[in-house]
C-alpha cells in the first residue's frame, strides 16, 4: 500500500526528530509521537500530506482537519495555528511538506491550456483536498528518488512538475488556477504579501501598498483579509512579531534589540504586542523554549 510505504520512508528519515529537511528541494518531512495543543506557526505555499495520523489547522476562525484522506493546500503565506489531533509512539502522525512554485503552477496553466477558474470569488488561501491514488504515487515516486541520491537533480524537478500538475486537476484546482493568473485578486494579494514580506520593518502605508499592488484600497482591504483573516497592518505586525522571536531564539538578540531591529520604536508597545500574539513576554517565552528544546535534547 502506497501510504504505508511512504509512512516507513518518513518514519525512517524522522528517527529521533519532529521536523527533517531532505535533499530534495522544497521538500520536508514531520513526526509528532503525541497530540499538541494549537501552536503559532507560518505556513507557506505549500502542500501538506499526512500519512499517519491527524493535524488541524486553524486560521481565523476556520478550521481545517487533515488525515491520510485530505490534504492541506495553502496558496499563500498564511498566519495560522496548527495542532496534532492523533499521534501516538506506537503510530506517530507523519507526513511531508512540499512547497509550491507558483511559477510553475503558471507554467502548467498555460501549458496545458487548462481553462481559468469558472469561480473567480476570493476564498481564504487555504483548503483541503481530496487525497487521489494518483497523487499518491506521485509523492512516492518523489520520496523513492532519496535512495537515489545521484538521480535526484534531474527527475525531482520532473515529479515536483508532475505533483504541480496532478494539483492543478485535483478538487482544488481552481484556487490554483486563480492564484496563477495574472490579473485575478487572488494575485494582487500575493504580490502584496510578497512586498510586506521584503519590507516588514519599514512604515507601512496601505494607500501606497495598494497602488503598488494595482488595487484600490478598499479592494485590497477586503481581499487581503477573505485570504488572510487579517488586515495588511496585523500582517505586517505578525511577520514583525515572528520574526523577533527567530532573532531573539536563533541570533541571541536581547528584546529591545530585536524590537528595533523589526521596526517597532517602543519597546514596551513591542513587549505588549508579543505577548498578546504568543501569550507571554518576550523574555520569558524565549526562556521556557530554550527550556523545553534543552529537555528534548536530553
Given at each position: 500500500?502506497?501510504?504505508?510505504?511512504?509512512?516507513?520512508?518518513?518514519?525512517?528519515?524522522?528517527?529521533?526528530?519532529?521536523?527533517?529537511?531532505?535533499?530534495?528541494?522544497?521538500?520536508?518531512?514531520?513526526?509528532?509521537?503525541?497530540?499538541?495543543?494549537?501552536?503559532?506557526?507560518?505556513?507557506?505555499?505549500?502542500?501538506?500530506?499526512?500519512?499517519?495520523g491527524a493535524k488541524r489547522m486553524l486560521v481565523g476562525d476556520d478550521a481545517y482537519a487533515y488525515d491520510s484522506e485530505r490534504f492541506l493546500i495553502a496558496s499563500l503565506d498564511i498566519p495560522a495555528s496548527s495542532e496534532v489531533v492523533r499521534a501516538s509512539p506506537d503510530r506517530p502522525c507523519l507526513g511531508l511538506v512540499l512547497k509550491l512554485d507558483l511559477r510553475m503552477?503558471?507554467?502548467?496553466?498555460?501549458?496545458?491550456?487548462?481553462?481559468?477558474?469558472?469561480?473567480?470569488?476570493?476564498?481564504?488561501?487555504?483548503?483541503?483536498?481530496?487525497?487521489?491514488?494518483?497523487?499518491?504515487?506521485?509523492?512516492?515516486?518523489?520520496?523513492?528518488?532519496?535512495?537515489?541520491?545521484?538521480?535526484?537533480?534531474?527527475?525531482?524537478?520532473?515529479?515536483?512538475?508532475?505533483?504541480?500538475?496532478?494539483?492543478?486537476?485535483?478538487?482544488?484546482?481552481?484556487?490554483?488556477?486563480?492564484?496563477?493568473?495574472?490579473?485575478?485578486?487572488?494575485?494582487?494579494?500575493?504580490?502584496?504579501?510578497?512586498?510586506?514580506?521584503?519590507?516588514?520593518?519599514?512604515?507601512?502605508?496601505?494607500?501606497?501598498?495598494?497602488?503598488?499592488?494595482?488595487?484600490?484600497?478598499?479592494?485590497?482591504?477586503?481581499?487581503?483579509?477573505?485570504?488572510?483573516?487579517?488586515?495588511?497592518?496585523?500582517?505586517?505586525?505578525?511577520?514583525?512579531?515572528?520574526?523577533?522571536?527567530?532573532?531573539?531564539?536563533?541570533?541571541?538578540?536581547?528584546?529591545?534589540?530585536?524590537?528595533?531591529?523589526?521596526?517597532?520604536?517602543?519597546?514596551?508597545?513591542?513587549?505588549?504586542?508579543?505577548?498578546?500574539?504568543?501569550?507571554?513576554?518576550?523574555?520569558?517565552?524565549?526562556?521556557?523554549?530554550?527550556?523545553?528544546?534543552?529537555?528534548?535534547?536530553?
Open positions: 500500500m502506497i501510504r504505508a510505504t511512504l509512512a516507513r520512508t518518513i518514519g525512517h528519515w524522522t528517527a529521533g526528530t519532529e521536523d527533517r529537511s531532505t535533499p530534495i528541494p522544497d521538500l520536508a518531512f514531520f513526526r509528532r509521537e503525541a497530540p499538541t495543543p494549537p501552536g503559532i506557526c507560518r505556513v507557506e505555499p505549500s502542500v501538506v500530506l499526512v500519512v499517519q503552477l503558471a507554467e502548467l496553466v498555460a501549458q496545458a491550456h487548462l481553462p481559468p477558474p469558472k469561480d473567480r470569488s476570493v476564498a481564504r488561501g487555504m483548503a483541503l483536498g481530496t487525497v487521489t491514488p494518483t497523487l499518491l504515487e506521485s509523492f512516492k515516486r518523489l520520496t523513492d528518488l532519496l535512495d537515489e541520491p545521484d538521480a535526484i537533480e534531474v527527475l525531482a524537478p520532473l515529479v515536483r512538475r508532475e505533483i504541480h500538475y496532478r494539483l492543478l486537476t485535483s478538487d482544488q484546482a481552481g484556487r490554483l488556477r486563480q492564484l496563477a493568473s495574472v490579473g485575478s485578486q487572488s494575485h494582487f494579494v500575493a504580490r502584496a504579501i510578497e512586498w510586506l514580506k521584503a519590507n516588514y520593518a519599514s512604515p507601512l502605508r496601505v494607500e501606497e501598498l495598494a497602488e503598488r499592488v494595482h488595487m484600490s484600497t478598499s479592494s485590497l482591504h477586503h481581499h487581503f483579509r477573505e485570504l488572510t483573516a487579517m488586515s495588511p497592518l496585523q500582517y505586517q505586525k505578525w511577520l514583525r512579531l515572528s520574526e523577533a522571536r527567530r532573532l531573539m531564539l536563533n541570533e541571541g538578540f536581547d528584546a529591545a534589540s530585536a524590537a528595533f531591529e523589526v521596526g517597532y520604536e517602543s519597546p514596551s508597545q513591542f513587549s505588549r504586542e508579543y505577548a498578546r500574539l504568543f501569550g507571554a513576554p518576550p523574555k520569558r517565552y524565549v526562556v521556557s523554549l530554550l527550556r523545553k528544546a534543552a529537555s528534548v535534547s536530553l
